[in-house]
């Protein structure tokens, strides 16, 4: 297994926002973790990176315990997460963006006194094309289309080389063809280029269609975990969407 | 300063222009000159923190006092030549501005700049009381340059060469990885932990340039005035670089100069009118602030070279927008 928390709990006052999560992460899936708003999955994204650090329990990358070390580092121990919005460098390109994580990735960033611009141009247009962003190369992130924004997020993560990718929402606020888009995106990561991803979302079209794992959290617990078959007929999560959704 | 064609033979010009100046100009204006090139320096070195990192210093003024105070020391109490005094004034600005960093770079938004701000005014009463050491309110005076730097026109000069010298390296710093590293962090704190950044080290480090490059300046300074005093380290001394890199565009890398020179050029003519100087900056800064938010350097840029410099506004806008986002 690639990853595994135990009893992993976070809790703001009187909140346990994430209540006791036990969960394994396979290699070579797409995972999706779902629930209805409210049931943690953006506080665990944050525990599990070390945005907040874990009340108690333990967060398990490849035999190694990550708990509450700072995101600096688990970021380059190879678990490295994308954002909802607003987190990429506006004022740089589109490329600059992608550069400034691969400089991190190799050890550049002591470097006083080369120039950025010539670096490690090839590195980063490979992501680019994988993306397919290399058009926008040279357009200042802070001028993208909303789409384009979440690909960029993407590819940030991406120059870190990740074995596992967090992705929050990939697909919030997007368009059905961007959505199909990044969808298939998602897929070629992981068939392509062996990623493995692990990845909340509100779209229940998109999870049923690219996830092969399925994890439901509801106020702060997994209530079921399984294969998408088996957790679209189960009863409790049934009740949980239903009752939310009716 | 995209490299672009133009803004390259304006940099020849100027630099032309900067040359020939000793040649055709009053001795009063080539002084004026050198103490435009010393603020110049002191407003670049904040302006690595400012627009650089995305960190406002309210206590600048502290490294510049450190270092005029540290050559001056040097040079009057053991007679240390002037070039290795300086060198030994940017060693020490540099190692106070790392025991001082390491603690502001805890914080950040305005609690980081309130504690630069508390360590200045430390420093502040440290020079100002401690009689036998720094003359206390007296400061230091009798500070000589070598003989052949006695002449206005030669240390001209040698204040040219050595703020070129430090322009060049700081635009190294700045286009260098490590310098993209600390936009990164200007743009989102956040995003740069998350590439594996330790913010905090990268914040100090460029803290520890600025103090050098600031203390740099004030070295520059003390043989220069040939006297120091501790109004060197005082919160208006940091208030300077404040003033200058806003007034000559902080997104724009020779925004401080431009500052510098307007400001210095303003204050020499105005006081010799009016002791009331210091109101007419004040106005003169709030019609900037108002009327050009990317300061006279981002209005031209903006003016002159059409969309392609739209930057320097836009980036005064999304950091003002992530800066907010980053106080956390």
């Known amino acids: 297994m690639l990853l595994r928390t135990q009893a992993l709990t976070k809790a703001f006052g009187s909140l346990r926002a994430v209540d006791g999560v036990d969960l394994v992460v396979q290699p070579g899936r797409l995972h999706a973790i779902i629930g209805p708003n409210g049931a943690g999955k953006s506080t665990f994204f944050n525990v599990l990176t070390g945005f907040f650090p874990a009340d108690s329990g333990s967060v398990i990358f490849k035999d190694q315990d990550i708990t509450r070390l700072p995101p600096h580092v688990i970021s380059r121990r190879g678990v490295v997460r994308a954002f909802q919005r607003g987190t990429i460098f506006q004022t740089f390109t589109v490329f600059e963006n992608v550069q400034a994580a691969i400089l991190s990735r190799k050890g550049k960033t002591r470097n006083l006194f080369e120039l950025a611009a010539g670096m490690l141009r090839e590195d980063t247009r490979r992501i680019l094309e994988t993306l397919g962003l290399v058009d926008q190369a040279n357009v200042r992130a802070g001028h993208l289309s909303h789409g384009d924004l979440k690909r960029l997020e993407i590819g ?40 493995n991803i692990l990845f909340t979302e509100h779209d229940m079209e998109v999870v049923f269609g690219i996830a092969k794992w399925i994890t439901v959290m509801h106020q702060g617990r997994v209530i079921a975990d399984g294969k998408p078959g088996d957790v679209r007929r189960d009863r409790h999560v049934q009740a949980v969407y239903l009752g939310e959704e009716s | 300063m995209s490299g672009s064609r133009r803004s390259r033979w304006w940099l020849i010009a100027l630099a032309v222009v900067a040359l020939a100046l000793p040649q055709f100009a009053e001795p009063i204006v080539v002084h004026t000159a050198i103490e435009i090139l010393i603020m110049a320096l002191f407003a670049m070195s904040f302006n690595l923190l400012f627009d650089g990192a995305g960190l406002l210093t309210f206590g600048h003024g502290c490294y510049y006092g450190v270092g005029a105070y540290t050559a001056a020391l040097l040079m009057t109490e053991i007679g240390m030549p002037m070039f290795p005094a300086m060198f030994a004034a940017m060693v020490m600005g540099g190692l106070v501005a790392l025991v001082f960093g390491y603690f502001c770079v805890r914080l950040t938004g305005v609690y980081f700049s309130i504690l630069t701000l508390a360590f200045a005014q430390l420093m502040f009463s440290v020079f100002q009381q401690s009689y ?61 932990q998350f590439i594996g950044i330790n913010v905090r080290r990268y914040r100090l480090a460029a803290f520890v340039i600025a103090g050098v490059f600031a203390s740099l300046a004030g070295a520059l300074f003390a043989p220069f005035n040939r006297a120091v005093a501790p109004f060197l380290v005082s919160w208006v001394k940091s208030s300077d670089p404040v003033l200058m890199t806003l007034l000559g565009g902080a997104a724009t890398f020779w925004g401080p100069v431009v500052g510098a020179a307007v400001f210095t050029t303003l204050h020499e003519v105005a006081i010799g ?56």
């Open chain 2, 273 to 328: 009118y009016t002791t009331y100087w210091l109101l007419l900056m004040g106005g003169i800064l709030l019609v900037g602030v108002l009327f050009l938010p990317g300061g006279i350097l981002g209005f031209l840029e903006d003016r002159f070279h059409g969309a392609a410099a739209a930057r320097g506004t836009k980036m005064t806008e999304a950091r003002g927008a992530s800066s907010n986002a980053s106080a956390d």
């Open chain 1, 156 to 195: 940030i993560a991406l120059g870190m080389e990740p074995e596992l990718l967090l992705l929050d929402e990939p697909t919030a606020g997007m368009s059905p063809e961007e959505t199909a888009a990044q969808s298939a995106l998602m897929q070629k990561l992981v068939a392509e280029q062996g990623l």
């Open chain 2, 132 to 192: 036998t050491l720094t003359g206390g309110d007296l400061g230091i005076l009798d500070i000589q340059p070598p003989a052949f730097l006695m002449a206005v026109n030669n240390y001209y000069y040698f204040t040219l060469v050595v703020v070129g010298v430090s322009f060049w390296l700081l635009w190294r710093i700045l286009h260098s990885p490590f310098g993209r590293t600390l936009h990164a962090s200007r743009d989102s704190v956040v995003r740069t």
